[in-house]
C-alpha cells in the first residue's frame, strides 16, 4: 500500500497518538478535531464537576510519555487533559491539528489514484465560517464511542421544558451550580450517573437515581489496603474470564478448574458485600460479577453507597414512563417532582461522515460494529479505525493499535484473506453476544480482555508478548505497563534489518563492485 498524506478524525486519545505514530513515520499527517480543543472526553467544555480518572495514573499513561510524578494515584479530568496538551506538544502533533473543523462527508476519489476526498466545515461559536475539500491516501477514523450522546426520546418532554425544566446528558453537565437547591432526578448505573448522583447528594435540595439494573462498582483500595490495580489490572485476573481463544493454562482452567472460577469470583463478591453496605442498600447486583465486567464497569464514588443507605441519593429501580410538567412518571407508576433530568445513558456509536456504502459494511442493521482485530475492515480501503477497541488500558491499546495500524499501511502485516476476516470478526461477535451479553457495546468493548488483545497485534506485527523477560511471576501479577511497550518502533526496525548472512552477502556485493570498478580502472588507465 502506497501511502503519503495521512488525515487523523478526532483529537482525543486515539487521534492524538495515531498521528504521532504517523508522524514519527515520516508521514504527513493532518488532524481535523471539531472543537476548538483537543482531548476527545477529556476536553474541558465535556468535563463535569468532579471528573478524574478509573484507572490509576500510571496505567493509562502512553508508553513513551509519562504523566507527571507529581499527579495523584487518581488524576482529575483536567489533569489528564493538561496531560495530553503536553504529549500533543512534546511529539509535535499540536501544530498538525485543525480545530473547529467538523469532518461532514468522507467519500471515495474516484479517477485512477486510489484514497479519499473528505470535507470539512470550519466551525466558530457554533456557526460555519467556511468549507474546503483535501485529498488522503489513507484515513484513520478516531472520533470514538463516546461521542454522540444519547437521550431516549420519551413522551411530555417538550412539556417538562416549557413549565421551566432542565433535560441534560452528562456529557453536556459542566457547571455543577445549576443544580444548587433544585430537584434532580438522575438516570443510569455506568460511571458518569453515579458520579453525578453522588455529587447531586450534597449539592441538590433532592436527588434520585433511576436506575435499570444494578452493576458492580469497585472501590479504589480493596478492603482498603489493596491498589485495584493489582487485584483487576494484571495478566492474572485476566485469566480468570474465558476468553474466545483459550490457550495453555487457561484451558485447564476453564474446564476442569471451573470450580476455582467459580471461588475465585464469589470470594471477589464477598469482598464488595463486606466493604459496601450493598444489602443493607438494596444495592446487590442480580448478575454475577464475572458477567458484568465490562465497559460500564467503574469505581464507586466515595461515599456514594452512604448516600443511598442515608437517603440522600434515592435510588429507584425501574426507567421514566414520561414526562410530566412537573417531573417525571416512572414505569411503576410512581411520579417524581423534578426540576432537572440528567441522562447518563452512555452514546450512540455512528461514523455519520463516511460514505454510506462503506458505512453500511462497519455498522450491520443492529448498529453492531465489524472490525478486524477492531481497526479494520476489508472492504473498506485505506482506512483504519482507532479507539473502536475500549478496554481496561484505552490509551494503550490505542497506541499499539495505532502501531498495528502504521505496520499495515507499510504492508509488513499479512493479513487473512477478505472472507477469512470477515469470518473471525463473526465468529467473535457471536461470542461476546452470547458469553458477554452484558458488556457486549455494539461490538466495540475489549473489556476485560486487555493484554489477549493486545498481545494478538503484537503477534500480528511479528513481536514477542513477552514484555518482561526473565520474569514470568512479574508478568503475570504486577499490574499493567505501557512502559514495558516504548521500544516497539524500534524492535519492529530490528526485525526488519537485513540478517547476518545478507549483510554478508551486501558487503561481498560491494567488495566485488570497488574490485571490479578498480579493475575497470585500471584498464582503462593502461
Same mark, same amino acid.
Given at each position: ?194 458520579? +453525578? ?76 458485600? +463486606? ?252
Amino acid at each position: 500500500m502506497t501511502a503519503k498524506q495521512i488525515c487523523v478524525i478526532g483529537a482525543g486519545v486515539s487521534g492524538l497518538v495515531s498521528a504521532k505514530t504517523f508522524l514519527e513515520e515520516g508521514y504527513e499527517v493532518t488532524l481535523f478535531e471539531k472543537r476548538q480543543e483537543l482531548g476527545g472526553v477529556w476536553e474541558r467544555s465535556r468535563a463535569y464537576p468532579g471528573l478524574s480518572l478509573q484507572n490509576p495514573r500510571d496505567t493509562y499513561a502512553f508508553s513513551d510519555y509519562p504523566m507527571p510524578a507529581s499527579y495523584p494515584e487518581w488524576p482529575s479530568g483536567e489533569q489528564i487533559c493538561a496531560y495530553l496538551e503536553s504529549y500533543a506538544q512534546h511529539f509535535g502533533v499540536t501544530e498538525k491539528i485543525q480545530f473547529g473543523a467538523k469532518v461532514t462527508k468522507v467519500e471515495r476519489k474516484s479517477g485512477n489514484t486510489p484514497g479519499w476526498m473528505v470535507s470539512v466545515s470550519f466551525q466558530e461559536d457554533g456557526k460555519e465560517i467556511g468549507k474546503q475539500n483535501y485529498n488522503f491516501d489513507f484515513v484513520i477514523v478516531c472520533n470514538g464511542t463516546y461521542d454522540i450522546p444519547y437521550i431516549p426520546n420519551l413522551p411530555g418532554m417538550e412539556e417538562f421544558i416549557a413549565a421551566g425544566g432542565q433535560i441534560i446528558h452528562t456529557n453536556n453537565f459542566n457547571d455543577g451550580s445549576v443544580i444548587e437547591g433544585k430537584r434532580v432526578v438522575v438516570v443510569g448505573f455506568g460511571k458518569s450517573a453515579t458520579d +453525578l448522583a453522588n455529587f447531586a447528594a450534597s449539592k441538590a435540595k433532592e436527588c434520585t437515581l433511576v436506575f435499570r439494573q444494578a452493576l458492580w462498582k469497585f472501590p479504589n483500595f480493596f478492603l482498603g489496603l489493596f491498589n485495584i490495580k493489582y487485584i483487576f489490572l494484571t495478566r492474572f485476573a485476566e485469566t480468570w474470564m474465558p476468553y474466545h481463544k483459550l490457550q495453555g493454562w487457561e484451558k485447564w482452567l476453564h474446564s476442569f478448574g471451573k470450580p476455582l472460577v467459580w471461588a475465585f469470583w464469589r470470594l471477589n463478591e464477598t469482598i464488595m458485600r +463486606l466493604q459496601f453496605p450493598l444489602d443493607a442498600c438494596g444495592m446487590v447486583p442480580k448478575q454475577p460479577m464475572n458477567k458484568l465486567i465490562g465497559c460500564s464497569v467503574g469505581l464507586v464514588p466515595k461515599g456514594f453507597f452512604e448516600h443511598i443507605r442515608a437517603g440522600k441519593i434515592r435510588a429507584v429501580k425501574t426507567k421514566i414512563d414520561k414526562f410530566l410538567a412537573t417531573g417525571v412518571e416512572l414505569n411503576n407508576g410512581e411520579q417524581i417532582q423534578a426540576d432537572i433530568v440528567v441522562f447518563g445513558t452512555g452514546f450512540l456509536q455512528d461514523i455519520p461522515f463516511l460514505e454510506e456504502k462503506y458505512r453500511r459494511h462497519v455498522f450491520d442493521e443492529e448498529g453492531t460494529i465489524h472490525l478486524y482485530r477492531h481497526l479494520i475492515h476489508p472492504h473498506v480501503p485505506q482506512m483504519g479505525f482507532v479507539g473502536y477497541n475500549y478496554t481496561f488500558c484505552a490509551q494503550l491499546s490505542a497506541e499499539i493499535s495505532a502501531r498495528w495500524l502504521s505496520e499495515h499501511v507499510k504492508g509488513n502485516i499479512s493479513l487473512p484473506s477478505p472472507q477469512q476476516m470477515l469470518e473471525d470478526v463473526t465468529a467473535e461477535l457471536e461470542w461476546r453476544k452470547k458469553d458477554r451479553p452484558y458488556s457486549f457495546v455494539s461490538g466495540a468493548c475489549v473489556t476485560p480482555f486487555t493484554f489477549h488483545y493486545i498481545d494478538e497485534l503484537l503477534q500480528d506485527m511479528g513481536l514477542s508478548t513477552r514484555r518482561k523477560p526473565g520474569n514470568l511471576l512479574a508478568e503475570l501479577m504486577m499490574p499493567a505497563d505501557p512502559s514495558a511497550y516504548k521500544n516497539l518502533r524500534q524492535e519492529l526496525q530490528a526485525k526488519q534489518q537485513p540478517s547476518l548472512n545478507d549483510s554478508a552477502i551486501a558487503k561481498l556485493q560491494k567488495r566485488c563492485l570497488r574490485q571490479d570498478e578498480t579493475s575497470t580502472h585500471s584498464y582503462i588507465n593502461h
